[in-house]
């Protein structure tokens, strides 16, 4: 069986298009994962939606998905088998509907590699094919052919919201209507992005991580150090659950880091970090450990090209509950002074 690296190519990508890498995809049936956390931030898929659509991309939201189950994983509720088969049951019904798979979240993109790591090993792929046999079972046989089989490999790629946004920014530049108007950014990559070596070499580990940063200053904003930068959001998946001051102290940690350099936001590729790092609750509970109230905001890297593109603000930046300082941040990038 070859369980083939379904992480796209990026640098292939850029030796055949070097003039403009948006060529590749035109032509190519593009699906966006729906990651878990995206309903509490709707602008994070409308605004990824609205670009492709914009640069003339075929776009559609990914059907008959589930979650791709990694917080269960990393919170031991299930075992690698039973991670594996949730991710090949995903990947099946993907595979059928599109050639390249964008993800918004570190989380999905990663568990969606890390299910076919782990299938490498024989014993798991045994009882990940007998899971999958017991769901075909329940659910009265296969709707087309090898609907609960392990894929071998499939035509489908799989890339990261960043590294796609990043590898067409030229091309970015021509659909936006407004630019950051040199406000201080602060950029959050969070772990899943930066540990992901799997798809990477050991020399691309190890170089400065400078995506965001080139983005920030692409779109006419200025880039802030902070010294907290590679720190995790506070997530941990078990770890706000087991221990949530010593998580929330890590949120406040970073917030507090990126509010002492005067940035006006922290932008990040992920919904779970914005979620940790942005969750109302959190800042209040952060308030009464630390008697120390933050205001910075946080914001996805997909909301805020919906901003710069000139999207209404209830559909770009979509957050549950009223942000004075997300407010700010609109109005301050899309003000015609």
């Known amino acids: 069986m070859v369980l083939n690296n379904l992480a796209i190519n990026i640098k292939k990508i850029e030796q055949e298009y070097p003039d403009n890498p948006l060529e590749f995809f035109k032509g190519k049936r593009l699906c966006l994962f729906k990651a878990c956390l995206e309903k509490y931030f709707p602008g994070v898929r409308f605004g990824m939606r609205n670009l492709l659509e914009a640069l003339g991309l075929e776009v559609t939201v990914c059907k008959n998905q589930s979650c791709c189950s990694g917080t269960f994983f990393q919170r031991n509720l299930i075992t690698r088998a039973q991670f594996a088969a949730i991710n090949e049951r995903n990947l099946n019904e993907i595979n059928k509907q599109s050639d390249i798979l964008l993800v918004s979240c570190n989380g999905c993109y990663n568990s969606l590699l890390r299910g076919r790591d782990f299938l490498k090993a024989p014993e798991v792929r045994e009882k990940t094919q007998r899971i999958l046999d017991e769901l075909e079972k329940k659910m009265g046989g296969e709707q087309y052919p090898g609907q609960y089989k392990i894929l071998e490999n499939p035509k489908l790629r799989i890339m990261h919201d960043l590294d796609f946004i990043y590898l067409i920014r030229n091309e ?99 919904p779970t970090c914005l979620y940790t790092l942005s969750k109302p609750e959190f800042r209040d509970q952060m308030y009464e450990i630390t008697d120390d109230k933050l205001e910075i905001a946080t914001i996805h890297l997909n909301e805020l090209i919906a901003i710069l593109r000139g999207c209404e603000e209830e559909q770009c930046v979509s957050l549950r509950r009223s942000s004075p300082r997300i407010h700010y941040i609109y109005e301050t990038i899309t003000s015609e002074e």
């Open 172 to 270: 970015i530049l021509r659909v936006l209507k407004y630019d950051l108007k040199g406000l201080k950014v602060a950029s959050h990559y969070g772990c899943h992005y930066l540990n992901l070596e799997r798809d990477r070499n050991m020399e691309t580990y190890l170089r400065d991580k400078t995506k965001l940063e080139e983005l920030i200053t692409l779109f006419g904003g200025i880039p802030v150090d902070y010294s907290e930068k590679e720190s995790c959001c506070g997530w941990g998946a078990s770890q706000i659950v087991i221990h949530p001051e010593d998580a929330l102290r890590i949120t406040y940690k970073k917030l507090k880091s990126a509010e002492n350099v005067n940035a006006c936001f922290l932008l990040m590729p992920c």
